[in-house]
């Protein structure tokens, strides 16, 4: 469940796409825990997404750290999201999760801005209308007609 759409840079004309949702190669074994597979009857060990999923070397480490420890992911909340710098309106495509800690106390990543170290906030169903910068130069991007959607 998913879809994605595509923003291009006024200034620099640099393009990227955005993803919002799940894709379908996306378990939740294979995003947070990697799994043992047989392969010329050797054992190896698949590397969980999320080393390539988060950027940010300091929430890797730490959600790792918290999985360790027994820390759940939730079965639902995890996927690609638009998020805006509050401060510089810089945009990055993070992948936002939440685990379960406790009975009562989830851990979510707080993204920041890779320029300005501003703290990044998610977007739903951006607009048209909605500020949104270029990550390479802090020009304005704009929508194009790119868009897909899965299942
Ligand atoms: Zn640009
Ligand atoms: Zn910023």
Same mark, same amino acid.
């Given at each position: 469940?998913?879809?994605?759409?595509?923003?291009? &840079?006024?200034?620099?004309?640099? #393009?990227? #796409?955005?993803?919002?949702?799940? =894709?379908?190669m996306?378990?939740?074994?294979?995003?947070? !825990? =990697?799994?043992?597979?047989?392969?010329?009857?050797?054992?190896?060990?698949?590397?969980?997404?999320? %080393?390539?999923?988060?950027?940010?070397?300091?929430?890797?480490?730490? #959600?790792?750290?918290?999985?360790?420890?027994?820390?759940?992911?939730d079965? !639902?909340?995890?996927?690609? *999201?638009?998020? *805006?710098?509050?401060?510089?309106?810089? *945009?990055?495509?993070?992948?936002?999760?939440?685990?379960?800690?406790?009975?009562?106390?989830?851990?979510?990543?707080?993204?920041?801005?890779d320029?300005?170290?501003?703290p990044?906030? #998610?977007?739903?169903? &951006?607009?048209?209308? %909605?500020?949104?910068?270029?990550?390479?130069?802090?020009?304005?991007?704009?929508?194009? %007609?790119?868009?897909? !959607?899965?299942?």
């Amino acid at each position: 469940m998913g879809n994605g759409f595509e923003l291009e &840079c006024l200034s620099c004309k640099y #393009t990227m #796409t955005i993803l919002e949702g799940v =894709g379908f190669m996306y378990y939740k074994t294979n995003v947070f !825990y =990697g799994r043992e597979s047989v392969l010329n009857n050797k054992k190896c060990f698949e590397k969980p997404l999320i %080393d390539d999923l988060i950027e940010d070397k300091e929430i890797l480490k730490m #959600t790792k750290e918290l999985l360790s420890k027994g820390a759940e992911a939730d079965d !639902y909340a995890y996927g690609h *999201v638009l998020q *805006v710098c509050s401060k510089c309106n810089r *945009v990055a495509n993070n992948f936002y999760f939440k685990l379960k800690v406790e009975a009562n106390a989830f851990y979510e990543p707080n993204y920041k801005c890779d320029f300005c170290g501003a703290p990044m906030k #998610t977007k739903h169903d &951006c607009e048209y209308s %909605d500020n949104l910068n270029c990550p390479k130069c802090g020009g304005e991007m704009k929508h194009t %007609d790119f868009r897909i !959607y899965w299942d």
